[in-house]
């Protein structure tokens, strides 16, 4: 079955920190990866994607994520995180038109 | 503004009752996507359509139905409602296999 899992459920970060939550997905055949970031009482929206070629894609608001094929995963980075930054992080998977979420990561980024 | 347009924003209901949730995709998509977030369950992939045709299903529920109509837009019908189905329902819509852009919701209150 198809399956995304996310490592952590709540990352507490001063700004500054850098950042690093981990996704993995379990898929069968070719798969485009998301990462989505949902701000407190907003809808979600996307960070960056991934569906062939460079394996290190680069998103909105200096954040990017690292496709390493030979551990299906999909890392998403920040350097140095800003306390606007707080919000819930959702790494997701599609494949022929169905889509599978992890159970999401909270963030909390401390002035 | 992600361009799609759910409506109601709040639900409030009670058990046992039948209620429309609509949604009307960015102009130009033709795939229409329906999850539901709860807390204990976090965000769920229940359907999706593509020019009106069922195009995936996930964990959508008997009780719950969906279709896409020949403008585009889509409605999600829960039936037989109960208190665990209180949550957020999000809609969702997409070109092809590319990124999805979320609506702002609907939040559903059975009681």
């Known amino acids: 079955a198809q399956s995304v899992s996310q490592h952590n459920h709540h990352v507490i970060l001063s700004e500054a920190a850098s950042l690093e939550l981990g996704c993995n997905y379990s898929y069968g055949g070719t798969v485009n990866l998301f990462w989505y970031v949902q701000y407190p009482g907003q809808h979600l929206q996307l960070l960056l994607k991934?569906?062939?070629?460079?394996?290190l894609v680069k998103g909105i608001k200096g954040f990017e994520a690292e496709f390493i094929k030979s551990k299906f995963s999909f890392n998403l980075r920040k350097p140095s995180v800003q306390w606007s930054d707080t919000a819930e992080y959702f790494c997701a998977a599609s494949n022929a038109g169905k889509s599978t979420f992890g159970d999401g990561t909270t963030l909390t980024v401390k002035p | 503004d992600s361009g799609v347009t759910q409506t109601p924003k709040h639900l409030i209901t009670a058990t046992g009752q039948r209620v429309t949730l609509r949604c009307s995709p960015r102009?130009?998509?033709?795939?229409v996507y329906w999850y539901q977030q709860s807390l204990d369950q976090g965000l769920q992939f229940l359907i999706q359509?593509?020019?009106?045709?069922?195009?995936a299903k996930g964990n959508i529920l008997e009780r719950f139905s969906a279709q896409q109509f020949p403008d585009l837009h889509s409605e999600l019908n829960l039936s037989s409602l109960e208190l665990g189905d209180s949550a957020l329902y999000f809609c969702a819509s997409s070109r092809g296999q590319g990124e999805a852009f979320f609506g702002q919701g609907t939040r559903l209150t059975v009681v």
């Open positions: 102009s130009g998509d033709l795939s």
């Open positions: 991934y569906f062939s070629g460079d394996p």
């Open positions: 359509y593509y020019n009106g045709e069922e195009r």
